[in-house]
Protein backbone atom coordinates (compact mmCIF):
# COMPACT_ATOMS: atom_id res chain seq x y z
CA UNK A 1 0.00 0.00 0.00
CA UNK A 2 2.91 2.41 0.91
CA UNK A 3 4.51 1.58 -2.47
CA UNK A 4 1.33 2.54 -4.05
CA UNK A 5 1.02 6.11 -2.63
CA UNK A 6 4.82 6.93 -2.84
CA UNK A 7 4.88 5.80 -6.91
CA UNK A 8 2.06 8.40 -7.63
CA UNK A 9 3.85 11.13 -5.77
CA UNK A 10 6.41 11.71 -8.71
CA UNK A 11 3.33 11.56 -11.15
CA UNK A 12 1.22 14.57 -9.23
CA UNK A 13 4.62 16.84 -9.60
CA UNK A 14 5.13 16.66 -13.13
CA UNK A 15 1.58 17.10 -13.69
CA UNK A 16 2.03 20.63 -11.70
CA UNK A 17 5.01 21.68 -13.92
CA UNK A 18 2.94 21.74 -16.84
CA UNK A 19 3.05 25.22 -18.68
CA UNK A 20 1.29 24.97 -21.63
CA UNK A 21 -2.82 26.28 -22.56
CA UNK A 22 -5.67 24.55 -20.70
CA UNK A 23 -8.45 23.91 -22.05
CA UNK A 24 -10.60 25.62 -18.77
CA UNK A 25 -9.08 28.95 -18.93
CA UNK A 26 -8.50 28.97 -22.89
CA UNK A 27 -12.27 28.76 -23.81
CA UNK A 28 -13.05 31.52 -20.55
CA UNK A 29 -15.12 34.20 -21.60
CA UNK A 30 -12.88 37.59 -21.95
CA UNK A 31 -15.43 40.78 -22.63
CA UNK A 32 -18.37 42.02 -20.98
CA UNK A 33 -20.29 41.30 -23.62
CA UNK A 34 -19.50 37.56 -23.64
CA UNK A 35 -20.37 37.16 -19.83
CA UNK A 36 -24.07 37.98 -20.86
CA UNK A 37 -24.31 34.75 -22.87
CA UNK A 38 -22.23 32.85 -20.11
CA UNK A 39 -23.40 30.15 -17.98
CA UNK A 40 -23.71 31.13 -14.03
CA UNK A 41 -20.87 29.84 -12.61
CA UNK A 42 -18.84 29.82 -15.69
CA UNK A 43 -15.01 31.76 -14.45
CA UNK A 44 -14.64 35.04 -17.36
CA UNK A 45 -10.96 36.94 -17.35
CA UNK A 46 -12.11 40.47 -18.05
CA UNK A 47 -9.35 43.45 -18.43
CA UNK A 48 -10.27 47.01 -18.32
CA UNK A 49 -11.08 49.51 -15.95
CA UNK A 50 -13.31 49.48 -12.65
CA UNK A 51 -14.48 53.05 -12.97
CA UNK A 52 -16.87 53.23 -10.32
CA UNK A 53 -18.28 52.14 -6.46
CA UNK A 54 -22.01 51.27 -6.17
CA UNK A 55 -22.26 49.99 -3.20
CA UNK A 56 -20.88 47.74 -0.56
CA UNK A 57 -18.53 45.62 -2.07
CA UNK A 58 -19.90 46.34 -5.94
CA UNK A 59 -18.27 48.58 -8.35
CA UNK A 60 -18.82 49.10 -12.20
CA UNK A 61 -16.51 47.41 -14.37
CA UNK A 62 -16.00 48.66 -18.31
CA UNK A 63 -14.16 47.26 -21.60
CA UNK A 64 -14.30 48.11 -24.95
CA UNK A 65 -17.49 46.09 -25.31
CA UNK A 66 -19.86 47.44 -21.90
CA UNK A 67 -19.97 47.52 -18.69
CA UNK A 68 -20.96 45.08 -15.83
CA UNK A 69 -21.61 45.05 -12.45
CA UNK A 70 -18.69 42.78 -10.11
CA UNK A 71 -18.69 41.94 -6.94
CA UNK A 72 -14.87 42.83 -5.23
CA UNK A 73 -14.26 41.96 -1.52
CA UNK A 74 -11.51 44.09 0.06
CA UNK A 75 -8.53 41.21 0.57
CA UNK A 76 -9.20 40.68 -3.65
CA UNK A 77 -7.75 44.62 -3.33
CA UNK A 78 -4.73 44.02 -1.25
CA UNK A 79 -4.30 47.25 0.08
CA UNK A 80 -3.55 48.48 -3.66
CA UNK A 81 -4.51 51.55 -5.17
CA UNK A 82 -6.70 51.43 -8.24
CA UNK A 83 -8.75 54.32 -10.04
CA UNK A 84 -10.76 54.59 -12.87
CA UNK A 85 -7.61 55.10 -15.02
CA UNK A 86 -5.99 51.95 -13.52
CA UNK A 87 -6.57 49.03 -16.33
CA UNK A 88 -6.82 46.13 -14.33
CA UNK A 89 -7.44 41.99 -15.09
CA UNK A 90 -10.30 40.41 -13.21
CA UNK A 91 -10.92 36.68 -12.82
CA UNK A 92 -14.34 35.77 -11.55
CA UNK A 93 -17.15 33.47 -11.62
CA UNK A 94 -20.73 34.59 -13.41
CA UNK A 95 -23.44 35.17 -10.75
CA UNK A 96 -26.81 35.80 -10.87
CA UNK A 97 -28.72 37.99 -8.09
CA UNK A 98 -31.92 39.76 -7.12
CA UNK A 99 -30.19 42.94 -9.05
CA UNK A 100 -29.36 40.99 -12.43
CA UNK A 101 -26.38 39.51 -13.31
CA UNK A 102 -22.77 39.86 -12.07
CA UNK A 103 -19.44 38.53 -11.76
CA UNK A 104 -17.99 37.90 -8.55
CA UNK A 105 -14.17 38.38 -8.29
CA UNK A 106 -11.37 35.96 -6.66
CA UNK A 107 -8.52 37.16 -8.53
CA UNK A 108 -7.31 41.34 -9.42
CA UNK A 109 -4.14 42.48 -11.13
CA UNK A 110 -2.74 45.64 -12.28
CA UNK A 111 -1.82 45.65 -16.13
CA UNK A 112 1.24 48.14 -16.75
Do not use: C
Not at 63 to 89: K, N
Amino acid sequence: MVALILSSVPVTAAMAQFTGPSAATSSRPSAVAAVSRARPGSYVTLKGNIVSHQRSDYFLFRDATGDIRVEISSPVFAGRAVTPETRVRLVGEVDVGLAGRYVWIQSLEILP
